[in-house]
């Protein structure tokens, strides 16, 4: 079974500038999450999707950060302007419908964000 | 609101040493548990998880975890360590109708060969 793929791997950008991350769940999971993982830090969530809804982005800084997941499948987190603050790991993860098999989430390999 | 809590930023042994990682939570309702390990360079993966049943539950690697209801408490612990465990351990717990899960800032084991 393939795993949570996530591109690109490492981004380096100067601040204002904006950046796309793209992400495929594993086939068959409805539930799709972004996570920003700052050095030292657990994973905070910023966004999830069920199938192409939106669950929850209480924690997305919406004047800057954008997320869709069209047709239920594959996703992008853009970041415009890019803040030195924002320099972190994004994660993407997913999991059977929200619920199932407790929540389990799988992980993909994260996008590594530095901001200059 | 919901946390979790690690007790531990870094924590560094020999090799055979046996381990334990504290992990608490505040949440008084039905929660399923989870440990994370993250190798150095590879992404998060899964240790071992709780969701209902024999409170200790085994994982890969040797690991395993007790759910302590009372304590609100899941620690991890394995009885001899390899240097191929140096990683971060990440506690998280899911809970409330989203399923979402609140995580510990995590725990730096490192290995001594």
């Known amino acids: 079974e393939a795993g949570v793929a996530q591109s690109p791997r490492y981004k380096i950008i100067e601040k204002r500038q904006s950046v796309a991350f793209w992400c495929n769940p594993i086939s068959g999971h409805a539930t799709l999450y972004w996570y920003q993982q700052i050095l030292g830090q657990g994973p905070k969530l910023l966004i999830q999707f069920q199938n192409n809804g939106v669950v929850d982005d209480s924690q997305l800084p919406k004047d800057r950060f954008s997320a869709e997941r069209l047709k239920g499948v594959d996703s992008t987190l853009k970041i415009q302007p890019a803040k030195l603050e924002d320099s972190a790991v994004y994660l993407c993860a997913s999991s059977l419908s929200t619920g199932t098999g407790g929540g389990e989430q799988f992980f993909g390999p994260g996008t590594r964000l530095t901001v200059l | 609101a919901q946390s979790v809590s690690q007790h531990n930023h870094h924590v560094i042994l020999s090799e055979a040493a046996s381990l334990e990682l504290g992990c608490n939570y505040s949440y008084g309702g039905t929660v399923n548990l989870f440990w994370y390990v993250q190798y150095p360079g590879q992404h998060l993966q899964l240790l071992l998880k709780?969701?209902?049943?024999d409170p200790l539950v085994k994982g890969i690697k040797g690991f395993e975890a007790e759910f302590i209801k009372s304590k609100f408490s899941f620690n991890l612990r394995k009885p001899s360590v390899q240097w191929s465990d140096t990683a971060e351990y990440f506690c998280?717990?899911?809970?409330?109708?989203?399923?979402?899960?609140?995580w510990g800032a995590g725990t730096k084991l490192i290995i001594k060969p």
């Open positions: 709780y969701f209902s049943g």
């Open positions: 998280a717990v899911n809970a409330g109708s989203n399923y979402q899960l609140i």
